[in-house]
Nanobody, 122 residues
Framework: QVQLVESGGGLVQAGGSLRLSCAAS????????MAWFRQAPGKERQFLAG????????YYADSVKGRFTISRDNSKNTVYLQMNSLKLEDTAVYYC???????????????WGQGTQVAVSS
């Protein structure tokens, strides 16, 4: 099992930027995909971006492509989500997830962090 701890959430003005971090521990991750999801109040959990630990290849939801960037730091076992040009509708709890899949479906990911709150104000 992989343990994931998110950090970096907070309050930011619309148009601003924020970088979320997800620290992973528990095992080696070379065969894993790490992903970011978010869930706004009253809405379903939404896939945002994924990265393959082995080669760093990435994939994104169309809704955030060009604004959000996922990356990893192998030396720190940490995945990041850089979020730019934030909008009010980006307000949500952001979750990190991991599993041996290449997927955008939350049901395919078995390890989850506790989430970090992002609030975008006008």
């Amino acid at each position: 099992q992989v343990q994931l701890v998110e950090s970096g959430g907070g309050l930011v003005q619309a148009g601003g930027s924020l970088r979320l971090s997800c620290a992973a521990s528990g095992r080696t991750f070379s065969s894993y995909t790490m992903a970011w999801f978010r869930q706004a109040p009253g809405k379903e959990r939404q896939f945002l971006a994924g990265i393959r630990w082995r080669d760093g290849s990435t994939y994104y939801a169309d809704s955030v492509k060009g604004r959000f960037t996922i990356s990893r730091d192998n030396s720190k076992n940490t995945v990041y989500l850089q979020m730019n040009s934030l909008k009010l509708e980006d307000t949500a709890v952001y979750y990190c997830a991991a599993d041996r899949v290449i997927s955008s479906r939350q049901d395919d990911f078995g390890s989850w962090g506790q989430g970090t709150q992002v609030a975008v104000s006008s």
